[in-house]
Structure formats: C-alpha cells, structure tokens
C-alpha cells in the first residue's frame, strides 16, 4: 500500500480490492492473466532472450569478420545470422520491450489507471508476439532461417533465387508479428486517451506517455505498408503471382516503396520510447521540471508524422528521377528540427538543475551521446551524392547501429535500473551499476566508431569475408574487441539486476523522489496498482505533496476506490473529466487460444497445406466469437 | 427483450476508439493495395495487358452502390440500440444481413467467373486485380461474421456491452462500405 491507511473503512477497502483483482495462483494464472503488469513482465523477459538470441548472432558475426579470410562461419550461415539478427533486434527485441514491456508496465500506473482500456486484447498481443518469435526462430534451428537481410529485397527474395521457405519464415512470421503490434498499438491508444485519472489533461500527460501515443500511432500507420508488401511476397512465392516479377508486369521497386513507407517510420518507432523513457529520468535524477515541455511533446509527434515523408532516402542509389530525390533530401533534413528540439530540451534540462549522475542518469547521458553521433552521421545522408558513394558501406552500419543501439537501447537499460525497484521492491547494486554502464559504453564506441572509417574505406556490409591486403583488418580487430567488452557490459548488467532481485536493499515506494504517479503506490505495485484513483493537478503529480495526501484521505471517505468490483475510470479526452466506470474483465483463455489457432494458421501456409489453414482460420473466428461473449458485468 | 438506457458519456465508449483505429489502420493497408494496383498500371502501357479483358463497370458500380445502401440500416440499428430498442436493431442488421449477403454471394460468383477468363499468376494486373477484389471480400466476409454474432446476442436484449457492440459493428460497416467503392471505381478505371 503506497498511500496510509489509516481507518477501518479504508482497511475494508483495499482488502476488498485484494480480493476482487486476485488473480489464480501459479502457471495456469499466468497463462490467462490481464492484468498489464505481469503481461509487461512476460514482455520483458521474452524480448530479452531474444536480445540474447540477437547478440549471440552479433557475435558470430564479429567473430568472423576478426580477421581476413576467416572460415568461422560458412557464407550462407553468414547470411541468416546478419539477417535473423536485424530481425531479432528489431522486431523481437526493441518493440516488444520498449511498447510490450515498458508501455504495458508503465503506461497503466503513470496515468492513474488499473489496466489497459482492452485487457484481453493486451494479453493476446503477448502471445501473439511469443508465437510469432517462436516462428521465425524454428526458421533459424531448421537451418533455414530468412537470408536475404531484413529488408529482404526482391528479386532476391523472390521464389526464383531463394527457393527454400527461409524467406516465408520471414513473410509469414513478420504478418503474424504485425497482427500483435498493430493491436498493441490501438490498445495504448487507447488507453492513453481514454483512462487517464481526472485531472490529468492532455497538457498534464507525463512525456513518456506523449512518446508512446507518438509511437503507437506511428505503428498503426506504418505497418500496413509493410503487411502489402509481405502480403504480395507471399502470393508471389507460394501463388506464383506477379507483383515483383518484371517479366509479367510486376515492379521490384514496388517492394522497396512499400517496405521503406514502413521502414522509416521503423526507425522512429524504435527510438521515440527511449525519447520517452529519458524524459522520464532526466526530471527525477535532475530535481527539475522538463524543459520546454509543450515543445517537447509537439517534437515526439512532429517526428513520429514527418518520419512518414521521407522514406525514398533509402533508396537514393536506386536510380529514381532526381527531383523526386531532392525533395525527399529536403524532407529529410526537416527532421533534424524536431529531434534537436528535444536534445537541447534535455540538455538545457540536465544543465540548469542539479543532476545525480546515478546510474540511469548515466545511461541518458550515454544515449545523448550517441544520439548526437548517429544524429550527425544520418544528417550526411541526406546529402544525395554521399548517400550514393556510402550505401551498403559500413558507415551505414556504423550510423545505425549508433542510433538503434546507442540511441534506442541505452534508455531501454537505463530505465531497467530506473524501474528495477518500482517493479521488484528493491534496489540494484550502485557501484557495478555505474561499471556496467561505463563497460557497455566504451564496448559500444569500440565496437561501432571504426565501423565509420573501414565504411569510408569501402568495406561494404553483409559481405562474410575481406581480402587481408586492404587495410581493414586492424579497425575489424577493434570492432571484435568492442563486440566483447560491450557483452560484458551487458552481463554485468544482468547479472546486478538478477543478484539484486533476491539480495538488493527493500526500495520503498519512491526511492529516487520521481515526479510521476507510478511512484505513489507501493513497490511491487499491487494488481489494482491504486487504492484510489488518483486525482492529478501538474504534469508533476509525485510532485505535488497536498494532492498525494488528498488521495489518503479520499481513500478514508471512499471517493472514487471503486472496490465494488473489476473497475476503473474511464476520462474524456483532452480534459480528462471523469466520464463513466468501466467494468473491466478479468483472466480469460481466449487469448492464448486466438494466438495459438493462429500459429495453426501460419504453421500450415508455411507448408503449404492451404485447406488445413483455412480450417484454423474458423477455429481462430470461433475463438473470437467465445472471447467476446463473455460480457464484463457490472458487480 | 429488456431495454438499458445507455450512460451518457463526454466522449466515445472505449469500444468505438477501438474499432476507429481498425479503421484506420485497415483503411491503410487498403489504401496501400489501392495504390499498388495503380503505381503497377502506371508503369504499362497498355492496363489491363494485351489478352486479357476489360473489367466490368455497370455491373459492379451497381453492386458497390447496393452495398453502400446498407450503411442506411446499419446506422439506424446503431440509433435504435442506443435507444434501447433492441428488437428495431435486431430487425435493422437482419435487413442489412441479408443484402451483405447477397452481395458477397453475387460478388464471389463475378470472381470465380473473372478467374476462368483470366489468371491471377499470369500477370501483374491479374495480381492486382484479384488480391484487391479479395481483400475486399475478405472484409465483406468478416462483417457478415460479426452480424450474424451481434443478432445471436441481440435475441437475449441489450446490456451496454452489446450496444457498443452494435455500434461498433455498424462504423465496421460504413468503412468496409465506403472502401468498396473506392475499390470498385480503382478496378471500373481501367476500363476507361
């Protein structure tokens, strides 16, 4: 209990609550749980074995690339492990941990609500994600895991030079990937807009949750794009359709618009939760508000929008009209604005007030960084004629890696540390904290800087092997070096937060004075998160000491702890006034369920045994009609 | 069948925020098919390729102004289960039912003919045109699915679940509607 409970009444109610968000002890709970907190934990720990999934294939990578002539690896392994660890990273790994783990954790607890506004719904997108991770990954034990890097250009993707299934793997696994996201997506949308606590206006919303609305409807645009294209790979390689094939029509280039109008939206949906998660520290461990807020919050949806305009930027060597190249260089370098607004934010934010340079705070400072080197080395690309002498060269390596890893992940394992008490109770290790961030830091800089130079040396990407007479050698030693050192750095990551868990100091609610909400109930959170729903006046409500005390006493009278039953509130809009009670439902199997006739589905298209799928398709609608019958009733 | 005044709200139910994104990002993956089909006849001379035949178009503009008809009884049922009459919405979506129905039944049989006179892997317009007819069939399909659902729930009376289901089902309605028009007129302008 975070807020006191100081009256018999009060005590009734919150033992009520227990009692009515209880949810069935042991496996079979967790297979039917709704409730956002242990659905972000399951997030979490399955993108992280993915992430670990993804590094290991980093490393073989970087093993075999240590010296010229290597034969670690055989060259078409090569090509699955460079292709299964882009998509690793990216699909199964930053989303899911960043919207999956950290938004379905957070989100709920940070605008004062008890669940997701679609609990059910939640709970499906985890094990729709699981089973599609699974999928894709059977790919890689079989031997044929997808091969033609994980913007899988045709022709080469084509049936014609990869015949095998490596590349339905990818087609099939990414759609049933998008299904989860996509409804992930609508789910925070809608929960961001419709369950935040009275009093919480849109201009009171903490910036983390701008991010995620950013980010989610970012997703909800930018993932039709790429379900067309892999919608029309799959007709061509399983139906012999023509849309990519030339000879019949059909446009490979098709394949390059439809999978960059996603692509580069791509990008900002992996890197707008970090924005969100370092606006979300900087205040706390600054002991000041944010900087230029409302601008702020503009510049994550002005990114999120204009990241939309400017995808034909990856395709400058492709040979397209030069005014149409021109205009999406310009488009390009609009970005900047929106994106440099929030760096000096953060930095004027750092600067003016009193920073702690505790171990999250380090990790922002770390994707600061990085940010500003991956910033400026992108900034490069929208200069057409440098983009064309450096495509497919490892200073695009080098770049992304700066803004995806530096960038992107770097919040993700500093909000790990920021979070890690609010999630288990108790504290991490502050000393190897701030060693496991110096280790992952320099390993970080080892291993990506070279990448700029062997790239303006001419040492293009995705080749398995160099000649050992061109002088690439010592910066690939280095890169190798840094690969290791930046693995320990992640070790020692998990190792402090996993010896901690069981031996770290009891945290109490609010260890770090933090400025949102989440810190107001007790550490682990409780499964209604709030005694009472909270009513907030500031952006700031941690904050605001005379409302947190308010809530004491409206938990003493009864005002608004909806202990009757599986409750919360439901707001208006912009105003968030209070509008209606929701009744909210409580586990189901259904979900599990719809994303395991759906793995039937994909499992059986994959090999071809079209009949059977379309009998996993009634089941899956079956499922859906017994899902939604089940209707949430008021106690 | 009971009636259950619906709470009165500052803003749309959680449900119908929740079908307004679908829309929207189904409206996209649509609209990305629409314009696949015409970036791919741009790039030809001659759409549809020598050999094979012009598509219809009174036909299936007929049939896709049919179709938009429905949206008339959709958003009365809506109306009426707001207003807790649940036998006029039931009444609407049977109505409304049966026209969807006999649309996708005539629709599926322009289809089956359309594949004897052309193939969908000989061509990168017969592709297109197959792949854009289906994926709207599919949403036809699917709205027959929830209707029939909705009328299966609608005989026990209305709660406040089942009225924003209805009026969820109905925005369903509207958009797949309004879609297939817009794809009827893509497919009709090769004709032109």
Known sequence: MAIGVRTPEAQARVDRLERVWLERPGVLGWLTTTDHKRIGLLYFFTSLVFFAAGGIEALFIRSQLLVPNEKLIAPDTFDQLFTMHGLTMIFLFVIPMSTGAFGNYLLPLMIGARDMAFPRLNAFTYWAFLCSGIFIYIGLFLGKAPDAGWFNYVPLASKQFDPGVNIDFYGLGLIFNGISTTAAAINFIVTIFKLRAPGMSINRMPLFAFAFLAVSFALVFALPPLNTALVFLELDRLAGFDFFNIAAGGAPLLWQHLFWLFGHPEVYIIILPAFGIATAIIPTFTGRRMIAFPLVALAEILVAFIGFGVWVHHMFSVGLAEVTMVYFAAASLIIVIPSAIQLFAWITTMVTGKPRFQTPLLWIVGFITFFIVGGLSGIMFAAIPFDQQLTDTYFVVAHFHFVIFGAAVFPILGGMYYWFPKVTGRLYHEGVGKLSFWLTFLGTALTFFPMHIVGLLGMPRRNYTYPPNVGWQPYNVAETLGSYILTAGLLLVAANLGWSLFRGRLAGNDPWNGDTLEWSTSSPPPPYNYAVIPYVTSPYPMWDRADREEDARRLDRGDLTLEGGHETIASTVLDAELDEILHMPSESPWPILLALALSGVFALLLTGHYGSALVFVGVAAAVLGAWHWKEPQPA | ?192
């Open chain 2, 1 to 192: 069948m009971s009636s259950v005044a619906t709470p009165r709200r500052g803003s749309l139910p959680n449900g119908v925020w929740g079908i307004a994104l679908v829309i929207a990002t189904e409206g996209a993956f649509l609209g990305c098919l629409i314009a696949s089909y015409l970036y791919l006849g741009s790039r030809r001379e001659t759409w549809p390729p020598p050999g094979i035949p012009e598509p219809h178009v009174l036909v299936p503009l007929i049939l896709a102004g049919v179709l938009l008809a429905t949206s008339v009884p959709m958003f009365f049922a809506s109306f009426a289960a707001r207003r807790g009459a649940a036998r006029a919405a039931w009444l609407l979506i049977f109505a409304a039912l049966i026209v969807q129905c006999g649309y996708l039944a005539y629709q599926v049989h322009l289809f089956l003919r359309d594949l004897d006179a052309f193939s969908p892997s000989a061509s990168a317009y017969g592709s297109a045109y197959f792949t854009l007819l289906g994926a709207h069939h599919v949403h036809v399909l699917f709205g027959i699915l929830l209707d029939v659902w909705l009328l299966a729930r609608l005989t026990g009376g209305l709660s406040e679940y089942r009225v924003t289901a209805v009026r969820v089902v109905s925005w369903y309605w509207h958009f797949v509607n309004v879609l297939g028009v817009l794809i009827t007129i893509t497919i009709v302008s090769a004709a032109w």
